[in-house]
């Protein structure tokens, strides 16, 4: 059974960083390119940042271009976004889910910026 | 950056009613388009894959088709269970963007 798992989410205040992961079991990771894409609380789906199988190919949103970098560990099986210069405004539930087709997403995991 | 403007916002129909929600595209984004369906408080399902393809274990009242730049979801008969937030999301091209969403009620 596929399985994505976030983890690392909380509360950060303005300026601070957080780092989330999101452990996948039940498929060969390393053979799949990941996103994260987060929702803001009442809000619509926004797509946050794309990684290759094999690292090699990256791309962020320009909302978080610069700030946030995603990463993985194919030997670990797990996914990474770390995020910097965290703002009010990325306060959101952010998923993982799987490349291209977006077939399985993790549950979730809730960051909120705020002093 | 390719906009996708999802209409409508919300919408309210009766059980067995025929329900239609629309993307376009403003740019070609060939028939790179999933439209997912989201229930209060889970992730986001995948109802339609490449726009006009039913995911696994989707009911076949759920079509999806595409007319130029706009693309639809159809549900033929409406069922208490199909009450959600549906979302379409364009990965022709990065960044990859999703419509603002539709939230379907029971009238």
């Known amino acids: 059974e596929v399985q994505l798992v976030e983890s690392g989410g909380g509360l950060v205040q303005p300026g601070r960083s957080l780092k989330l992961s999101c452990l996948a079991s039940g498929f060969t990771f390393s053979n799949y390119g990941m996103n994260w894409i987060r929702q803001a609380p009442g809000k619509g789906l926004e797509w946050v940042a794309s990684i290759s199988s094999s690292s090699s190919y990256i791309y962020y949103a320009d909302t978080v271009k610069g700030r946030f970098t995603i990463s993985r560990d194919n030997a670990k099986n797990t996914l990474y976004l770390q995020m910097t210069s965290l703002r009010s405004e990325d306060t959101a539930l952010y998923y993982c889910?799987?490349?291209?087709?977006?077939?399985?997403w993790g549950q979730g995991v809730m960051v909120t910026v705020s002093s | 950056d390719i906009q996708m403007t999802q209409s409508p916002s919300s919408m309210s129909a009766s059980l067995g009613d025929r329900v239609t929600i629309t993307c376009q595209a403003s740019?070609?984004?060939?028939?790179?388009l999933i439209w997912f369906q989201q229930k209060p408080g889970k992730s986001p399902r995948p109802m339609i894959y490449?726009?006009?393809n039913l995911a696994n274990g989707v009911p076949s009242r759920f079509s999806g088709s595409r007319s130029g730049s706009d693309y639809s979801l159809t549900i033929s008969s409406l069922e208490s269970e199909d009450m959600a937030d549906y979302h379409c999301?364009?990965?022709?091209?990065?960044?990859?963007?999703f419509g603002a969403g539709t939230k379907l009620e029971l009238k």
């Open positions: 889910a799987r490349h291209v087709s977006f077939d399985y």
């Open positions: 740019q070609d984004i060939g028939n790179n």
């Open positions: 490449y726009a006009t």
């Open positions: 999301l364009q990965y022709k091209q990065y960044p990859y963007t």
